[in-house]
């Protein structure tokens, strides 16, 4: 295995998927680490939490089969993916409504277009004008000149009400979790292209059965310590500021000197952090100037024998998107996850009426359901940024030397999701990899009482 002594004082801040993504790229590397997370529980926005003596997810995740890194280091830290995730070919069932299943036998991208062809739900001609757009869009490589709102891409290829209403719509808020007159379409087109256009399985969904917490961040952050990096929870990092050739942590008491830093705390937290550095400032302004999207999660446990016709079901009509069937991929019986994304008239109401509105759409789709047992509503307000067009988003290489930033807001094509941080965190540790800085300083991950630091912008 390759050993880069010079560089083995490299911080990470923050224990989130595009951290700790980076923290296990740099230990599979021979690099040491320490990885500092305010919060007590590591996962960041992918995280569970415990409820009544069992436990439940911050929100419910779907990956998909194209999620290539996410998964490479799942499978790097141990996780074994046939009993951590339910892989099934795409199908997007909408009760009673709608039903697109990919078809298992014929390869990409011609599974999804003979599932359009034969969805349920749709007239021959909503179904025509789908594929149209679909072969249009691939045509031109699923690539747009201008960047424009989803909304107004489909309107521009005619597509009727029905098919956004049951296909582009919850596909837009599944994976950017913003409205789709709101939504870039291009950054739709580049989740479409690759989820539907490369592999056959990279559109296959792939449900968590284990805790979010289980499924990513414990593993990675075990693997790394196994590496003889190391995981600091509790520990928030207030401020940063450049000292010679190496970066000043201020955790409570100590500060901690590294030679490298990667920055991988949510947008919204970087301009405190970076207030010294001062070529970071314009960085910290266009993270200010974000809007972020909320994410609803309302848990509803139901008696042990209630199980869903699906694992994971769409129901239109109402407040509630989504519900996944606890019991079938959790082994939590009788417990549903009913998932709403973005924002809406959800967010004006208390976490009791939430529950009751949702609770009572269960209940009018399936009207033999008894009433729940127990309700938990988790709000996410600020579960991701808006992904608007033309979004700037900032480069993971900063023009301070030896620190860079990760994080799902980064500069990538993919919405805010568990990839999108992935792939940011794996790009900062190769930067670091493949640079020649040599680090004057022998000791890793060194504490020293030095408080008052002197402020040297790099
Ligand atoms: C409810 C919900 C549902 C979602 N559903 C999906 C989905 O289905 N599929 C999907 O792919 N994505 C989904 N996402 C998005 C996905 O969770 C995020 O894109 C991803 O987890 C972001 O990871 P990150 O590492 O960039 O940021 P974060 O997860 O925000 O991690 C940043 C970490 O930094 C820590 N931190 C902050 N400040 C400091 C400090 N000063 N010192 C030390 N540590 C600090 C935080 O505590 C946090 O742990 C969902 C998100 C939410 C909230």
Redesign the pocket.
């Known amino acids: 295995m390759p050993h880069h002594p010079e560089i083995s004082r490299v911080a990470i801040?923050?224990?989130?998927?595009?951290?700790?993504?980076a923290a296990a790229t740099l230990a599979e590397r021979g690099i040491s680490v320490t990885v500092?997370?305010?919060?007590k529980?590591?996962?960041?926005?992918?995280?569970s939490l415990e409820w009544s003596g069992t436990y439940l997810?911050?929100?419910?995740?779907?990956?998909?089969g194209a999620?290539r890194e996410?998964l490479r280091l799942m499978r790097l830290a141990g996780v074994d993916e046939a009993n951590a995730l339910l892989r099934l070919p795409l199908q997007l069932i909408q009760h009673d409504q709608f039903c697109l299943q990919a078809s298992r036998c014929l390869p990409a991208p011609l599974h999804v277009l003979h599932g359009l062809l034969r969805a349920r739900g749709l007239s021959r001609g909503e179904r025509f004008a789908a594929l149209r757009f679909m072969l249009k869009l691939r045509l031109s490589r699923f690539h747009l000149s201008h960047d424009l709102p989803l909304a107004d891409l489909l309107a521009r290829h005619q597509q009727p009400q029905r098919v956004i209403r049951c296909l582009w719509e919850p596909l837009c808020l599944?994976?950017l979790?913003t409205p789709l007159d709101r939504a870039s379409a291009q950054v739709f087109l580049n989740v479409l292209r690759d989820s539907f256009a490369r592999g056959k399985h990279d559109s296959d969904l792939l449900l968590p059965r284990i805790g979010?917490s289980e499924l990513f961040a414990e593993p990675l952050a075990n693997y790394v310590i196994a590496k003889g990096g190391a995981v600091q929870r509790g520990?928030?990092?207030?401020a940063i500021t450049r000292h010679d050739d190496d970066y000043a942590l201020v955790?409570g008491d100590a500060t901690h000197h590294f030679t490298h830093v990667i920055l991988?705390?949510?947008p919204f937290?970087l301009a405190?952090?970076v207030a010294d550095l001062a070529p970071l400032a314009e960085i910290a302004r266009m993270c200010d100037s974000y809007d972020y999207q909320p994410?609803?999660?309302v848990y509803l446990q139901y008696p042990p024998q209630i199980r869903l016709p699906h694992p994971m079901l769409g129901l239109a009509g109402g407040l509630s998107q989504w519900v996944l069937d606890r019991g079938q991929l959790n082994g939590q019986a009788g417990l549903l996850a009913v998932?709403i994304?973005a924002e809406g008239a959800h967010m004006h109401m208390s976490q009791e009426e939430l529950a009751d509105t949702v609770a009572n759409e269960i209940a009018r789709a399936f009207p033999d359901f008894p009433p729940t047992l127990g309700r938990k509503v988790?709000i996410?307000k600020?579960?991701?940024f808006a992904c608007v067009p033309n979004m700037p988003r900032p480069p993971q290489q900063t023009p301070c030397p030896g620190f860079y930033l990760?994080?799902?807001?980064t500069v990538g094509d993919y919405?805010?999701?568990?990839?999108?941080?992935?792939r940011?965190?794996i790009i900062c540790a190769e930067k670091i990899l493949d640079s020649d800085t040599i680090n004057p300083h022998p000791h890793p991950c060194p504490a020293s009482g030095r408080g008052n630091n002197t402020r040297d912008p790099c």
């Open positions: 801040i923050g224990g989130g998927c595009a951290g700790l993504a500092f997370e305010a919060a529980h590591l996962g960041g926005r992918a995280r997810d911050n929100g419910q995740h779907i990956l998909i999620y996410t599944a994976a979790n979010l520990t928030t990092i207030s955790a991988a705390v949510p937290r405190k952090l994410i609803a999660t998932v994304s988790i996410e600020r579960a991701t990760a994080g799902d807001y919405p805010a999701t568990i990839e999108g941080a992935v940011s965190g």
